[in-house]
């Protein structure tokens, strides 16, 4: 059986760079019609909602985490405290794919993002390519990599768990069973296996 599930992105950026970011979506836009990846920002937070606890809640379930690297992404103090360290801690939990993207020259020194592997190509700024969509057609594919890559381990650990529920099921039935056939197998409140055979 096979079970496909569409991989969920989220944008770590400074507002300073929406306008890049927009250009960045529409490169995506092929993986969400085919339903590869759906992404998430704080522009869609609704009206009225708290907005930290959404954001909170996006960051914490993403598949992939895209952070968006430049100069005014650096200098935000919620992208550096709450968004990167939350990012970099799933990392570390192997919970979610953390994908730098670096988008303007700046300089990221020894920040804790620098030793994952990053896009466009030799992690260079998307501004100083000469042709900006060769740049994001480079960063799109490489997100569709990710996203594959992320959908297969998804896939083998679902298909663990429900191998695991069924060999679980199997022992349940088995062993509810025994309770009726040999119930002289058990002793008291601690119920021991002495000589039941469980198949």
Not at 101 to 110: K, S
């Amino acid at each position: 059986m096979t079970y496909k599930k569409t991989i969920s992105l989220f944008y770590s950026y400074s507002h300073v760079d929406e306008t890049l970011r927009d250009e960045l979506e529409k490169h995506l836009k092929l993986l969400q019609r085919q339903q590869v990846i759906d992404t998430w920002h704080d522009r869609k937070i609704i009206s009225g909602t708290e907005w930290d606890k959404v954001i909170n809640k996006n960051l914490d379930t993403a598949d992939i985490i895209l952070l968006l690297v430049s100069a005014d992404f650096l200098a935000s103090d919620y992208c550096w405290d709450i968004e990167i360290q939350r990012a970099m801690q799933r990392h570390e939990e192997k919970t979610a794919v953390v994908i730098p993207v670096l988008l303007r020259p700046c300089d990221t020194g020894n920040a804790n993002f620098m030793k994952l592997q990053g896009l466009p190509k030799n992690f260079k700024p998307v501004m100083t390519w000469t042709n900006q969509d060769e740049a994001f057609t480079h960063i799109a594919k490489g997100i569709r990599t990710a996203a594959e890559k992320s959908e297969t381990h998804n896939v083998l650990i679902k298909q663990n768990f429900l191998q695991i529920n069924s060999l679980l099921h199997r022992l349940i039935q088995a062993y509810v069973l025994s309770l009726k056939t040999s119930p002289r197998c058990f002793s008291g409140a601690r119920w021991k296996f002495m000589h039941c055979s469980i198949y």
